[in-house]
Structure formats: structure tokens, C-alpha cells
């Protein structure tokens, strides 16, 4: 009867553990999802000069890498699984079996090219959310302000102190040129 209950408790921790590494493998490969969502919404959100919602932006940046940690996870589980594989493979090799060798290495290539994918795409979600607020910033400063209806903002005439909608490149009581620097009470509405 003691036997049994080894058997019963083995199979339940294999099962869990297969459970766990499977989730971890979906994780991992919903990470490279993610990670290219969000690259294609930073890309929609430079193209379009910032009028793009940038919420939806931000949220796609978060999953990406909440996920990527995940996927980190699975890079780890993969490394150690590799080193027992490549002592197999090692001794497939030594019996020169050809069929045996494609069998065992062709997991371990497409293993190793989903792991690199996970790691990329992750380092690269990880700077573009780092980077998320600076280029919101750096878009909503230099971009043609009072477009869309998301740009809302002022520019002093440096000359006559006349405020400008943010719209205008001259200033309209004087004709002085106005630059993006003069831009004051600019809020921009995501
Ligand atoms: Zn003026």
C-alpha cells in the first residue's frame, strides 16, 4: 500500500511540474506576442506624432513585459533542460545515428530561437517602456501643437507679449516668427 502512495505523489508532482513548465512555456511565446503588439503601437503612436491614444500604448508596453519576466522564467527552465540535452545529443553523436541527432537537435534549434526571441523582443519592451514617458514628452513638445484636437496651448509673442493660439507659427497682431520653445500652458488631452 506504501507503494502506491509513492506512485500516487510522484505522478502528481510530475504532473505539476509539466503543468508549470507548460505555462511558462505559453507565457514565454505570449511575451513575443505582446512584445511586437506593442513595438507595431509605438511605431503607430511615432508615425502619428503622438495623437495615437497613448493609454492604449502604455497598457500594451506593461503586458509586455509583466510577460517577459515570465518568458525569462522559461529561458531559465530551457538552459537547464539544455545542458541534459546536449549530453544526449553528445552520446547520439557518438553512436552516429543520424535520425536520432535531427530527432533530438531540432527541438533544442527551435527552443533556443524562441528563447533569443523572448529575450529580444523583451530587452526591447523593457527600453521602449522605460522610454514611454520621454516620447510622449519629446512628441507632445515638438510636434505640431493644436492638431486633432489633442494639442490645447498658448505661444507668447516674444516681441509684442500677444498670446498666440498654439496653432500659429507667426504671431498674428505682430507677424514675429514663434517657435515651439514659446509654447506655454500646453496640456495635451490622451
Ligand atoms: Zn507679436
Known sequence: MAGFYVVVT???MILTAAVIIIAFELLSVLSIVFSAISLSKSKRYIALGGRYDFKTVKRFHIAALVLFIFGCVSVFIF????I????????????????SVISEAVPLILGAGKNAAVVILGVNSFRRYSGAKKMRDRLSVNAPVNRGGY????????KCGYENSAGYNYCTMCGEKLDKSQVTNLTIKY
Do not use: H, M, Q, W
Open 10 to 12: 510522484a505522478l502528481i
Open 79 to 82: 538552459a537547464t533542460e539544455l
Open 84 to 99: 541534459f540535452s546536449l549530453i544526449s545529443l553528445a552520446n547520439v553523436f557518438a553512436y552516429k545515428d543520424i535520425g
Open 151 to 158: 494639442f490645447y496651448g498658448r505661444k507668447t509673442c516674444p
